[in-house]
């Protein structure tokens, strides 16, 4: 899946300013596709070059001009084009993980300082994302594309539970394999 995609289905609900669409991103699309705003508007002016999106700058009194992007009939296009084939579903990849890779080599006294750091991590995403099922009323009141927003945010919640859970579960035995490197 390329983020372009995220994007023009963010840009769905209307015209945005690079600012809003980042913001939005960050709300509503971040717990199943991750990237900075620097790759956010790397991609925009990418998508305008392919004609996916088009740009107006309007001019601000003591400010840079500010750019509202909205989508083109080809990136709607291309949209449609991408939502009719089938997808595939892959983790992401773990640089974190990768260190339990190195077996023997690896220092399991930075390994759970690492994992502590990213428990606090995975703990503010999940309270962020249980603060973002507020904005779902009653499922039975939801239009379509809120009840399938609704259906992603509930994963990604499972998603950091479930790694919350592991984490819980792994650090007792991570931090004893940290008290023999010490022995």
């Known amino acids: 899946m390329s983020l372009k995609y995220v994007l023009l289905i963010t840009l769905q609900k209307g015209d945005m300013t690079g600012y809003e669409l980042a913001k939005e991103y960050d709300e509503k699309s971040a717990n199943f596709w991750q990237a900075s705003h620097q790759q956010i508007y790397r991609e925009l002016k990418k998508m305008a070059d392919e004609d996916l999106i088009s740009c107006i700058e309007q001019a601000q009194q003591g400010k840079p001009d500010k750019k509202i992007y909205s989508v083109t009939p080809t990136g709607q296009q291309a949209l449609e084009h991408w939502l009719s084939k089938p997808t595939s579903e892959r983790l992401l990849n773990s640089p974190f993980l990768a260190k339990f890779m190195a077996g023997e080599c690896a220092n399991a006294s930075a390994i759970l ?71």
């Open 113 to 183: 300082s690492d994992l502590k750091r990213l428990v606090e991590e995975h703990q503010a995403t999940l309270n962020m994302y249980l603060a973002f099922q507020t904005d779902f009323p009653d499922m039975k009141y939801l239009s379509k594309g809120e009840k399938l927003a609704y259906l992603s945010l509930k994963r990604g919640i499972a998603m950091e539970q479930a790694w919350l859970g592991w984490a819980n579960d792994v650090i007792p035995e991570i931090q004893a394999l940290a008290q023999q490197e010490l022995a």
